[in-house]
């Protein structure tokens, strides 16, 4: 029994080994492909370690300086919308978490908004009635609220005791009061779970962009790196290839590399974060 047991632990090991190597060499060849001339990205094509690292192609990002707009609108949508959205979400799910007349059906209707929608000619139409075209708002609005992670928090606020509520309101406290000085300090996990989530949804905003904003000030990160990998920004970047393809590696790393800064600090709460809805529905 034990020779089995330890034969699996090592069949998993090794099973989970090759899959964060798998997961993880993409992003490694993209960050040594930014570092190194186009000689050596031919003929290694299995990059482990730049042999003669350079960083030519992040100088000439930083001296041309077309990626900082885009750069700075992603990250004002990354933190207005998360904070707004984390808000908004845990308000309407606070609210639902109470027993009253019609709250499953609310709940179904806004449950069916996962698999319904009306597609891309009346969401245009839409946005265009709101005054919400070419404006940064386009990519906050429409996101405010996930439906998943909606459920996922009305079912961590149901599973608290009523008793803390009830508690909280012989002591003259509001459901304003219990929102904000109960109920959320003891979310957290959820909390930084969600907004996580949200964080890195809002970062990797391209659709939006793309289809609803003309306007190139106000267009974000991942559209622009679009441009940039799929050539549609022009060939100024060098005259040679191989600078071009070692720009589009480093426009990649600055693109990633800030929201995955993000998880260490959260990693403490992600796995409770995650387990919420898995005990009660």
């Known amino acids: ?33 930014s570092m190194i001339s186009f000689e050596e990205y031919s003929n290694y094509k299995l990059l482990l370690f730049p042999r003669e ?5 992040y100088r000439e990002i930083i001296e041309r300086g077309d990626i900082f707009r885009p750069l700075q609108n992603t990250v004002v949508i990354t933190v207005l919308g998360t904070f707004l959205s984390l808000f908004a979400t845990a ?28 597609g891309l000619i009346p969401q245009y ?25 909606l459920i996922i928090m009305r079912t961590n606020f149901s599973g608290f005791p009523k008793e803390i509520e009830e508690s909280a309101k012989v002591d003259g406290c509001n459901e304003f009061g219990i929102f904000f000085r109960i109920i959320l300090p003891l979310s957290k996990p959820v909390m930084a779970t969600i907004g996580l989530f949200y964080a890195v949804g809002f970062w990797n ?6 289809m609803f904003v003309t306007e190139a000030g106000k267009k974000t990160l991942y559209e622009y790196i679009y441009k940039i990998v799929s050539n ?12 071009g393809e070692a720009t589009k590696f480093a426009n ?21 974060g995650t387990m919420v809805g898995a005990v009660k529905g």
């Open 232 to 243: 549609q920004e022009g060939s100024q970047f060098a005259t040679s290839v191989a600078f």
């Open 91 to 118: 308000w309407t799910a606070y609210g639902l978490s109470k027993d009253f007349l019609g709250s499953r059906a609310i709940m179904t209707i806004i449950a069916l908004t996962m698999f319904f929608n009306g």
């Open 125 to 149: 139409l839409l946005y265009k009635h709101l005054g919400l075209l070419n404006s940064m708002w386009v990519y906050i609005v429409p996101a405010l609220i996930n439906t998943f992670f």
């Open 53 to 57: 690292p350079n960083f030519d192609a």
């Open 252 to 272: 990649i790393v600055i693109a990633v590399v800030p929201i995955m800064l993000v998880y260490p600090f959260l990693q403490k709460y992600f796995v409770n």
């Open 1 to 33: 029994m034990n020779n089995k047991k330890s034969f699996f632990r090592t069949l998993n090991l090794v099973f989970f080994a090759l899959l964060n190597i798998a997961m993880i060499y993409p992003f490694w060849h993209t960050l040594v492909g």
């Open 205 to 210: 905003t391209f659709y939006a962009s793309l």
